[in-house]
């Protein structure tokens, strides 16, 4: 067997998140098509935006259904162990379509209320939704690099897209600079381990963990620093100050999107990595990961309390989930995962 998969293989494995794109792609090309002219009136932007809501909600259901078509074929192995084709997967992409689809019915109805979006809107949480996908599917740390990006940058903009409110405009320029540090993080991290591993996939790390047991200065820094950057994704204290201020200033639909959908597909991640990459150097961030938990469980629960903001109050209550969360992944193995996925849904 060729250590890298061929190109129908690969194509197999992705079919999901092809067809998202292909049809995120497909509205896309829709709206630069038949631009809003400057006369055009509110009703008539309203009524463009809720056809590509809608559409977009049709299209996570024709998406759902091929990722239950996949599950239950069973033959979704890949030759180089890129990318997963486990229960894991597959589950997550299903929570992962139901909160976007959710969200896009939000979209629609507060357009009708408000007309505060766009018809770009609906495509690029599409985007987002897609860079998700990709992160419940990655075994290999480029592709966990791809997912995080087309996931961050597409939400970057939907915490500003109302450009009628100056809390948004604040909440999109926090969100964009707190998380490119957190990219740095992340990719200085898969640099340093590439270097002290030789490979990026995960399972390729995984043995040379075991291979190794007196781990190198060099791996556990490029650890420590790719769950700085991971951290930064879920939430979690000392991480978290990004979160009230954006889930304040972003419009609902898309704080509802991002509190719910962005943070299953960032935890999804996160378990991956700790369980198949870093779950034998266990004694090393075992403690860390631990008191982590209980930081941003007690940080969530307490700020909670003095909020006067009904949205603060919910951001933060999203923040002490990230902590219950987090336990699963100090418990670790395949009994976390399970729970880790009960969890979200």
């Given at each position: 067997m060729s250590e890298y998969m061929s190109g129908g293989a690969l194509l197999r494995a992705l079919a999901p998140e092809l067809l998202l794109t292909s049809g995120a792609l497909a509205m896309l090309v829709g709206t630069?098509?038949?631009?809003?002219?400057?006369?055009?009136?509110?009703?008539?932007?309203?009524?463009r935006t809720s056809t590509m809501s809608r559409f977009a909600v049709v299209l996570c259901?024709?998406?759902?259904?091929?990722?239950?078509?996949?599950?239950?074929?069973?033959?979704?192995?890949?030759?180089?162990?890129?990318?997963?084709?486990?229960?894991?997967?597959?589950a997550i992409d299903l929570v992962i379509l139901l909160g976007t689809g959710m969200s896009l019915m939000l979209i629609d109805a507060e357009q009708h209320r408000s007309g505060a979006f766009s018809p770009e809107?609906?495509?690029?949480?599409?985007?987002?939704?897609?860079?998700?996908?990709?992160?419940?599917?990655?075994?290999?740390?480029?592709?966990?690099?791809?997912?995080?990006?087309?996931?961050?940058?597409?939400?970057?903009?939907?915490?500003?897209?109302?450009?009628?409110?100056?809390?948004?405009?604040?909440?999109a320029v926090k969100y964009f600079l707190l998380g490119a540090v957190s990219t740095g993080f992340l990719l200085y991290g898969i640099a340093l381990l590439y270097g002290?591993?030789?490979?990026?996939?995960?399972?390729?790390?995984?043995?040379?963990?075991?291979?190794?047991?007196?781990?190198?200065?060099?791996?556990?820094?490029?650890?420590?620093?790719?769950?700085?950057?991971?951290?930064?994704?879920?939430?979690?204290?000392?991480?978290?100050?990004?979160?009230?201020?954006?889930?304040?200033?972003?419009?609902?639909?898309?704080?509802?999107?991002?509190?719910?959908?962005?943070?299953?597909?960032?935890?999804?991640?996160?378990?991956?990595?700790?369980?198949?990459?870093?779950?034998?150097?266990?004694?090393?961030?075992?403690?860390?990961?631990?008191?982590?938990?209980?930081?941003?469980?007690?940080v969530g629960n307490v700020f909670a309390l003095s909020q006067r903001n009904l949205v603060r109050m919910l951001a933060y209550s999203s923040i002490a989930h990230a902590g219950y969360l987090l336990v699963t992944l100090v418990v670790g193995g395949a009994a976390a995962t399970t729970a880790l996925v009960f969890y979200m849904v």
């Open positions: 630069v098509w038949s631009p809003q002219s400057q006369r055009a009136g509110a009703a008539e932007g309203a009524e259901l024709l998406v759902g259904l091929v990722v239950v078509i996949a599950w239950g074929d069973g033959a979704t192995g890949t030759a180089d162990q890129r990318l997963a084709g486990d229960g894991f997967r597959w809107v609906p495509v690029l949480v599409l985007f987002a939704a897609v860079g998700m996908m990709i992160l419940a599917a990655a075994r290999d740390l480029m592709f966990v690099f791809l997912g995080v990006e087309l996931m961050s940058l597409a939400v970057y903009v939907l915490a500003g897209v109302n450009r009628r409110s100056g809390r948004g405009a604040e909440a002290a591993t030789g490979s990026t996939r995960l399972v390729d790390i995984g043995q040379w963990v075991s291979a190794h047991p007196p781990l190198s200065p060099l791996f556990i820094v490029g650890a420590a620093l790719l769950l700085v950057g991971l951290a930064f994704k879920v939430a979690a204290a000392p991480f978290h100050l990004w979160t009230p201020d954006v889930y304040d200033g972003a419009p609902l639909p898309i704080t509802a999107f991002m509190s719910a959908t962005v943070k299953t597909a960032a935890f999804a991640v996160f378990a991956r990595v700790m369980v198949e990459a870093l779950g034998r150097a266990s004694a090393q961030w075992h403690t860390g990961l631990w008191w982590l938990a209980v930081a941003t469980m007690v």
